[in-house]
């Protein structure tokens, strides 16, 4: 994976937290810098991977440990989900 300088302003007391550290590793800052990107699907969970040059799931885990959910659906979502299932599934069942 190549690597490459950037230069971002921030205010100067975030500069000691951009740092990687023993609470915070390199891996983890560059896979909180992607998350946004996550977030708006402007990017893949398996794009970001790729991108920080680990497995998918690595990279799951690393949100998880940091409090982040892979699933970010609420209940009424879920609910839909799981009946679109069910309906999907008795069909099936049937035929």
């Known amino acids: 994976m190549a690597l490459v300088d950037v230069s971002i302003k921030v205010p100067m007391e ?4 951009l740092k990687p550290s023993a609470q915070v ?10 998350y946004p ?5 402007t990017i893949s969970h398996g794009r970001a991977a790729e991108i920080l040059g680990i ?3 690595d990279l ?5 440990k940091l409090g982040f959910s892979y699933l970010d659906l609420i209940m009424d979502d879920l609910d839909a ?3 679109a ?4 599934k008795s069909k099936g069942a049937m035929a």
């Open 14 to 17: 975030m500069e000691v937290y």
């Open 81 to 83: 989900e799981l009946n």
């Open 25 to 34: 590793t390199e891996l983890e800052r560059n896979a909180l810098l992607l």
């Open 60 to 64: 799951i885990d690393i949100y998880d």
């Open 37 to 41: 990107y996550i977030l708006k699907q």
């Open 55 to 57: 497995r998918k799931n």
């Open 85 to 88: 299932y069910r309906s999907v």
